[in-house]
């Protein structure tokens, strides 16, 4: 946190390229372009930047008022997918010299560029907007490989050849990046899989842009695949009544997903009472989200293990490679709003293309779907090695 004369000077320095002040309490993208900005840091400058929230243009209080809902909606930048990859920032209420006002903090990230609803944002003196495409090139060159997660790192022995750039072009770029940007058409395909992660900066594909746009990611990532298995009966036996193993990009694995478990869940009418009341063996939306976590927070590195969905008459057993990770303990596992990311990109990946509506939100969501369904909570099984969870069957 930074302390009050230097905040004091940053206020009154028209001039900086790392703070900006508003008066507004309802420009959104004013903020979120701002903490992006902040967070490319394209000068260089590897300095916290400083978005001030209740003073005006010249530093001068704007007496607005600083409530709760507000520091929240500042703080969930950090974790609603609206910026990518995640931002590292620091949010709080403070008075200074008798006025109120939200502090934004925002450390320089080891991972530029970050986008902003998929325009990379960035801040030169006092001018902010959006990067060209020799400003984003600067970027990418800045980042820092050696911190960069497992899911961020070249894998040795593959090639842009590894690729499939026509999904690349045609479903995934789309997904990413802002139309106007896409219009501009200025960056090579080497340049804009660079940009997101996809390769590294010697070209060489990244575990994300394996799993993401890989011809076939299994024959690098051995445990890049789901096995389903559904068995008659509410044991392990020695028929089974179904079985796949579900490989293929991230997509392509999600959606078949999709249709296993629409497959498999079971409807009733219940035609006792005036109206007629419908129920299903499992919400649909509470499996996705189960195995969706198992296929995206899992661990893809030094294992051949896959993610499993294992299917019974009366429940269902999802289980994936890879414990708590980051901030995520064992015992808080599962907490609302407490969130962290081993695989950022390919998170980013799964909400680009609609598979995530909300970063952090899975798990809630899934107990809503069952609580509606009348089903069971979830049973959670988490050791340092994997994560199991059971859903019960509600017919």
């Given at each position: 946190?930074?302390?009050?004369?230097?905040?004091?000077?940053?206020?009154?320095?028209?001039?900086?390229?790392?703070?900006?002040?508003?008066?507004?309490?309802?420009?959104?993208?004013?903020?979120?372009?701002?903490?992006?900005?902040?967070?490319?840091?394209?000068?260089?400058?590897?300095?916290?930047?400083?978005?001030?929230?209740?003073?005006?243009?010249?530093?001068?209080?704007?007496?607005?008022?600083?409530?709760?809902?507000?520091?929240?909606?500042?703080?969930?930048?950090?974790?609603?997918?609206?910026?990518?990859?995640?931002?590292?920032?620091?949010?709080?209420?403070?008075?200074?010299?008798?006025?109120?006002?939200?502090?934004?903090?925002?450390?320089?990230?080891?991972?530029?560029?970050?986008?902003?609803?998929?325009?990379?944002?960035?801040?030169?003196g006092p001018r902010r907007g959006f990067a060209t495409a020799e400003e984003e090139?600067?970027?990418?060159?800045?980042?820092?490989?050696?911190?960069?997660?497992?899911?961020?790192?070249?894998?040795?022995?593959?090639?842009?050849?590894?690729?499939?750039?026509?999904?690349?072009?045609?479903?995934?770029?789309?997904?990413?990046?802002?139309?106007?940007?896409?219009?501009?058409?200025?960056?090579?395909?080497?340049?804009?899989?660079?940009?997101?992660?996809?390769?590294?900066?010697?070209?060489?594909?990244?575990?994300?842009?394996l799993l993401i746009c890989g011809k076939d990611p299994r024959s690098w990532l051995?445990?890049?695949?789901?096995?389903?298995?559904?068995?008659?009966?509410?044991?392990?036996?020695?028929?089974?009544?179904?079985?796949?193993?579900?490989?293929?990009?991230?997509?392509?694995?999600?959606?078949?997903?999709?249709?296993?478990?629409?497959?498999?869940?079971?409807?009733?009418?219940?035609?006792?009472?005036?109206?007629?009341?419908?129920?299903?063996?499992?919400?649909?939306t509470g499996l996705q989200e189960f195995v969706r976590n198992a296929v995206i927070?899992?661990?893809?590195?030094?294992?051949?293990?896959?993610?499993?969905?294992?299917?019974?008459?009366?429940?269902?057993?999802?289980?994936?490679?890879?414990?708590?990770?980051?901030?995520?303990?064992?015992?808080?596992?599962?907490?609302?709003?407490?969130?962290?990311?081993?695989?950022?990109?390919?998170?980013?990946?799964?909400?680009?293309?609609?598979?995530?509506?909300?970063?952090?939100?899975?798990?809630?969501?899934?107990?809503?779907?069952?609580?509606?369904?009348?089903?069971?909570?979830?049973?959670?099984?988490?050791?340092?090695?994997?994560?199991?969870?059971?859903?019960?069957?509600?017919?």
């Amino acid at each position: 946190m930074l302390q009050d004369n230097e905040l004091r000077r940053r206020l009154r320095d028209l001039e900086a390229d790392n703070v900006e002040r508003t008066e507004g309490k309802a420009d959104k993208d004013k903020f979120g372009e701002a903490i992006c900005a902040f967070g490319n840091d394209l000068p260089d400058r590897r300095q916290v930047g400083t978005l001030f929230v209740g003073v005006k243009n010249d530093g001068a209080c704007a007496n607005s008022e600083i409530d709760e809902r507000l520091t929240q909606t500042l703080l969930g930048f950090r974790t609603d997918g609206t910026i990518t990859p995640f931002p590292s920032l620091h949010v709080y209420r403070h008075t200074l010299d008798g006025c109120t006002m939200a502090v934004v903090e925002v450390t320089p990230s080891d991972n530029p560029p970050l986008k902003y609803k998929g325009r990379v944002c960035v801040r030169l003196g006092p001018r902010r907007g959006f990067a060209t495409a020799e400003e984003e090139r600067r970027l990418t060159e800045k980042r820092r490989w050696g911190n960069l997660p497992f899911d961020q790192q070249p894998v040795s022995g593959a090639t842009i050849g590894d690729l499939d750039l026509l999904r690349f072009r045609e479903e995934y770029l789309p997904a990413v990046i802002h139309p106007d940007v896409l219009a501009e058409n200025g960056r090579s395909i080497e340049e804009q899989l660079r940009a997101l992660r996809l390769v590294s900066r010697d070209g060489q594909p990244t575990a994300a842009g394996l799993l993401i746009c890989g011809k076939d990611p299994r024959s690098w990532l051995p445990g890049a695949y789901v096995q389903f298995v559904r068995y008659p009966g509410n044991t392990i036996g020695d028929v089974i009544q179904d079985q796949k193993e579900v490989s293929g990009s991230l997509s392509d694995q999600l959606r078949r997903l999709d249709e296993i478990i629409a497959a498999n869940i079971e409807q009733s009418a219940d035609l006792s009472g005036p109206r007629q009341q419908d129920r299903a063996s499992y919400p649909v939306t509470g499996l996705q989200e189960f195995v969706r976590n198992a296929v995206i927070h899992r661990t893809y590195e030094g294992t051949a293990a896959p993610s499993r969905m294992t299917w019974f008459d009366d429940r269902v057993e999802i289980a994936s490679p890879g414990g708590p990770y980051g901030m995520v303990s064992i015992d808080a596992f599962g907490a609302e709003g407490l969130t962290d990311y081993r695989n950022p990109a390919l998170a980013e990946a799964a909400k680009a293309m609609g598979f995530v509506q909300r970063f952090g939100s899975g798990i809630p969501r899934a107990r809503a779907a069952l609580a509606r369904n009348g089903s069971l909570p979830p049973e959670f099984r988490v050791e340092p090695t994997y994560v199991h969870v059971t859903v019960r069957a509600a017919l």
